[in-house]
């Protein structure tokens, strides 16, 4: 059974700072990304990381952002990945996913709230 877990979210200060972890068991994936959807909004893109490194983020984080991969160096593809969130506004706020890119695999989702 292929799942990914999301980890980290919790409750922050404006201009705080959190570090969200995804996990994949049952596979590997050759990118991961982050989503987000804040509540009646559509989801969106955050961040993107692939097995050879290349990374992709939304404009509204660039520069606040980053991604990185927590597997062993020597790993061929991705299982576990983090995104380290700084110099967070209230408009981060909502649920945080991580999603096999290319896949029909998601989190359950874990929530960021930022208060200003």
């Known amino acids: 059974q292929v799942q990914l877990v999301e980890s980290g979210g919790g409750l922050v200060q404006a201009g705080g700072s959190l570090r969200l972890s995804c996990a994949a068991s049952?596979?590997?994936?050759?990118?991961i990304d982050w989503y987000r959807q804040a509540p009646g909004k559509q989801r969106e893109l955050v961040a993107g990381?692939?097995?050879?490194?290349?990374?992709?983020?939304?404009?509204?984080v660039k520069g606040r952002f980053t991604i990185s991969r927590d597997d062993a160096e020597n790993a061929v593809q991705l299982q576990r990945v983090s995104l380290q969130m700084n110099s967070l506004k209230p408009e981060d706020t909502a649920v945080y996913f991580c999603?096999?890119?290319?896949?029909?695999?998601w989190g359950q989702g874990t929530q960021v709230t930022v208060s200003s």
């Open positions: 049952g596979a590997t994936f050759s990118a």
């Open positions: 999603h096999g890119r290319d896949t029909n695999f």
């Open positions: 990381i692939t097995s050879g490194g290349t990374t992709k983020y939304g404009d509204s």
